[in-house]
């Protein structure tokens, strides 16, 4: 084990939030160890400002639920304690051990104990250890790294540090087994590269195409969360870059992985639809997962409803069938929650009543609760070099438009057809 004084790191407990400072010091104070960890410790070590805080104690997740009353344990495959704040969360983890321990272990305490596939996979993880146990359990390097907050002394088991400087992003351990374990550990690993701008360890990249389909047993719900931490934590654009040099988006979306590598054109519209969602984060502006997930789903959605208007279907209700059938294929990967996938059903359709640019309807349509969704897709698909007849100017200058002058819009969807009279109904008692 590496000890880092006080004097050769630049960690200072101003940095770290009070609430995980008073957790440790309850923690030390009943005897027990206790240590912020994780993402905590590697981003302070980078100079940054972390808003999560971690920490690791030998205190089982019962014994620290005792000791705070405003904390809950959580989970089944890895059982953790949430201890609240008021809206901060300090998420307290009990130090794990070696899986061949865990049968003696498990007859002595019923909640202590792993389970794994025939696969290797992990099904549980609640076997109980040291310190040093801990940090070898943990998935990557430059995450293993543990601050005492009462010696101000950071410990690395696995030459974290090391890592660090050299910003490479490795597995601690056999890359293959505890991507067998875990295979969601391919994805935190090209999340982190992407996140720090690292590079990736030769022997764990190595590992990827070996063990990436076991990504096909993860469960799609569990899935969406890993999506949610891909694209919508700021650097979407370089995780989406690092999917697809690993081939690792075909385990999330293989309909549009390969449609990406056909055309270049809806690769350019996700691409834009990265860079803008990482821009409106870095503005602090609201994003929603269902804009993401329609421009990642477009490519399919778009190709099914065209062959479908080739079969005779009229756009609309080939557009709708080309909806139901795409996101039906998707959520057998990663699941798709209906408060998510009903908008992005509205942005798709929407496109095409964006065509309707006349007088009434027109205004009817910029009142729309999903105007301002579909128009932004609108924009990225003509940024991706999508011709649109011009929509997006003409719906950029209507907004602008005072609304007693949008009714005099010129008609761009051709004349207007009149309405034949109607024949009246002869009176056969005449």
């Known amino acids: 084990m590496n000890v880092i004084p006080r004097d050769q790191h630049c960690i200072s407990r101003k940095h770290i939030s009070d609430s995980a400072l008073k957790v440790m010091s309850r923690l030390r104070g009943q005897g027990h160890q206790a240590y912020l960890v994780g993402g905590a410790v590697r981003d302070l ?25 405003n904390s809950r344990i959580i989970g089944r495959r890895f059982r953790i304690v949430h201890v609240r704040f008021g809206r901060e969360i300090i ?19 019923s909640g202590n104990h792993s389970r794994q596939s025939a696969s290797g996979m992990l099904l549980r993880d609640n076997v109980y250890g040291t310190l040093e146990e801990d940090a070898v359990r943990r998935d990557l390097t430059v995450n293993a790294l543990y601050y005492d907050a009462g010696t101000f002394e950071v410990y690395d088991h696995v030459h974290g540090l090391e890592d660090l400087e050299k910003r490479h992003i490795c597995i601690i351990g056999d890359p293959q087994v505890r991507f067998r374990e875990d295979p969601v550990r391919m994805l935190r690993a090209v ?47 370089a995780t989406l870059e690092q999917l697809l040099r690993h081939d690792l988006l075909q385990f999330l979306f293989p309909e549009t992985s390969e449609l990406l590598l056909e055309d270049e054109h809806y690769l350019a519209l996700v691409r834009a639809a990265m860079a803008n969602t990482d821009e409106r984060i870095a503005q602090d502006k609201p994003v929603t997962p269902a804009f993401l997930l329609a421009a990642l789903l477009w490519p399919v959605a778009s190709r099914l409803a065209s062959q479908l208007e080739a079969r005779g279907e009229p756009p609309m209700p080939a557009m709708h069938s080309a909806a139901q059938q795409t996101i039906a294929e998707a959520v057998q990967f990663v699941s798709i929650p209906r408060r998510f996938s009903q908008p992005m059903r509205e942005i798709w359709e929407f496109q095409l009543r964006l065509k309707k640019r006349q007088g009434k309807k027109a205004a009817e349509l910029v009142e729309h609760r999903r105007f301002r969704a579909a128009y932004d897709f609108l924009l990225l698909r003509e940024q991706a070099g999508e011709e649109t007849d011009g929509l997006g100017e003409f719906w ?27 024949r009246r109904r002869s009176n056969k008692s005449e």
Not at 93 to 104: C, I, L
Not at 208 to 237: N, Q, T, W
Not at 406 to 416: A, F, I, L, T, V
């Open 45 to 69: 070590l980078l100079g940054g400002h972390p808003k999560d805080f971690d920490i690791a104690t030998d205190a089982t997740p019962e014994e620290v639920h005792q000791l705070f009353r």
């Open 91 to 109: 998420e307290v983890t009990t130090f794990r051990g070696h899986h061949d321990n865990g049968e003696a272990d498990a007859r002595a305490n």
């Open 191 to 237: 999340r982190f590269a992407a996140k720090l701008d690292f590079g990736i360890d030769s022997d764990t990249a190595a590992a990827i195409p070996e063990c990436a389909h076991l990504l096909r047993d993860i469960p799609a719900a569990r899935l969406f969360d890993e999506f949610l931490k891909l694209f919508l934590s700021g650097y979407a654009a």
């Open 396 to 422: 950029t200058q209507y907004q602008h438009l005072a609304p007693q002058d949008r009714h005099r819009q010129p008609e761009r969807d051709g004349p207007r057809r009149r309405r034949r009279p109607r």
